[in-house]
């Protein structure tokens, strides 16, 4: 079996973490992470401006097979979910102009994925890539670990699928399962 590059994204709208792995066979190694610091930017639109050449020139960098995207919480904050909407659309968008495979997952299938349950803290997750892919340390900011959850959750799911759902992922498979958080 050929090397397969797979790309995590974490969507933010202050940071957006990524990560990239290598799998070979069932081999899997850590080639990358860290994250996209926008705080700097004063409007909506030059963050979605920087979100976009950002991920346009990692994934150019790494030309991974897939890039998968952590799906937005749906939360009771509706510009809050239009903001989080908007940067993960346009990380879809950067990403598919060099890559024809795109994944959704929901957050608590990357937990479950990773740390063996939906609620794992952000330090529960990434403690366990650390012992997954044998990292010497954990980074400063954990937006980084979060897209490379993001990252091994997809290599998880096509190797091993949930037994939950032959799907995925995505807001259908999101929704269906999570009936009380759609409003």
């Known amino acids: 079996m050929a090397d397969r590059i797979i ?6 709208t202050n940071k957006m973490g990524y990560g990239v792995i290598r799998v070979c066979g069932r081999k899997v190694s850590f080639v990358t992470m860290g994250y996209i610091d926008l705080s700097r930017f004063k ?24 890039v998968a995207l952590e799906a937005p ?6 510009q809050s979910m239009l903001k989080l909407g908007r940067a993960q659309g346009v990380a879809i ?7 024809s ?10 937990k479950i994925a990773v740390a063996g349950t939906g609620g794992a803290t952000k330090l ?18 954990l ?6 959850a993001v990252a091994l959750c997809h290599h998880l799911q096509e190797t091993a699928p949930f037994p ?13 399962k999570n009936p009380e958080r759609v409003k």
């Open 164 to 176: 939950a759902s032959g799907s995925k992922g995505g807001w259908k498979d999101f929704i269906a």
């Open 43 to 66: 409007t909506p639109y030059l963050k979605l401006g920087h979100i976009y050449q950002r991920v346009s020139s990692l994934v150019a960098e790494y030309k991974p097979d897939a």
């Open 143 to 148: 937006d980084s670990t979060d897209g490379l």
């Open 101 to 110: 495979e795109i994944f959704e997952y929901a957050p608590t299938k990357v």
């Open 124 to 141: 529960q997750v990434a403690e366990m890539l650390r012992h997954i892919l044998s990292l010497k340390e954990l980074p400063s900011n």
């Open 7 to 12: 790309m995590g994204i974490d969507p933010g």
């Open 93 to 99: 968008a950067a990403a598919s102009a060099y890559c």
């Open 73 to 78: 919480f749906f939360g009771e904050n509706v």
